[in-house]
T-cell receptor, first 115, second 113 residues
Framework: EAGVTQFPSHSVIEKGQTVTLRCDPI?????LYWYRRVMGKEIKFLLH????????ESGMPNNRFLAERTGGTYSTLKVQPAELEDSGVYFC?????????????FGNGTRLTVT | GDSVTQMEGPVTLSEEAFLTINCTYTATGYPSLFWYVQYPGEGLQLLLKATKADDKGSNKGFEATYRKETTSFHLEKGSVQVSDSAVYFCALIPNTNAGKSTFGDGTTLTVKP
């Protein structure tokens, strides 16, 4: 099966610009998560979709971040306007809905650099 | 809230050396515990897991035992190879929220020939 794919793999933008990250989960995985790793520190939870609904967005840092998952398939994460502290690696992960405590399947991540 | 504390890196070992990466956690109830590995240029992938106390997860020569009394899940390998060079993350999923994982900071391992 195809894994979780993320696009782009790298993005370099200037402060104040907008960037949109995309994640395609594994087919059939209703759970979709966004995580972020900043400055080589721990991977932090951003939000969780179940199908097209936001189940938990407690990790979203502020209202400059907007995540969508229209139709319950792929998801986008938009940062507008980007700030320097948004730099980091953004990971998407998916898992099956009816498999509690199952491990996450991660994409390769998008490395975002804000200059 | 839940937390995971990993041994600080980076760790540099010679090939065939013994590896231990310490991981302790704080969580309510009985979380599931995981080790993920990130090889250069790739995403995280599951290395091993344990879902209840005293379970031992194992894969590719790596092992970790879920110790509830010490709230630990230390990763070990008896003889590392150059190909084991990667970043290793300890993580937990609380039993109340499937999938919302809490991760440690990651430990970078470099194995030299």
């Amino acid at each position: 099966e195809a894994g979780v794919t993320q696009f782009p793999s790298h993005s370099v933008i200037e402060k104040g610009q907008t960037v949109t990250l995309r994640c395609d989960p594994i087919s059939g995985h209703d759970n979709l998560y966004w995580y972020r790793r900043v400055m080589g520190k721990e991977i932090k939870f951003l939000l969780h979709f179940v199908k097209e609904s936001k189940q938990d967005e407690s990790g979203m840092p502020n209202n400059r971040f907007l995540a969508e998952r229209t139709g319950g398939t792929y998801s986008t994460l938009k940062v507008q306007p980007a700030e320097l502290e948004d730099s980091g690696v953004y990971f998407c992960a998916s898992s099956q809905l009816r498999a509690p405590n199952s491990p996450l399947h991660f994409g390769n991540g998008t490395r975002l650099t804000v200059t | 809230g839940d937390s995971v504390t990993q041994m600080e890196g980076p760790v540099t070992l010679s090939e065939e050396a013994f590896l231990t990466i310490n991981c302790t956690y704080t969580a309510t109830g009985y979380p599931s515990l995981f080790w993920y590995v990130q090889y250069p240029g790739e995403g995280l992938q599951l290395l091993l897991k344990a879902t209840k106390a005293d379970d031992k997860g194992s894969n590719k020569g790596f092992e970790a035992t879920y110790r509830k009394e010490t709230t630990s899940f230390h990763l070990e390998k008896g003889s590392v190879q150059v190909s084991d060079s990667a970043v290793y993350f300890c993580a937990l999923i609380p039993n109340t929220n499937a999938g919302k994982s809490t991760f440690g900071d990651g430990t970078t391992l470099t194995v030299k020939p």
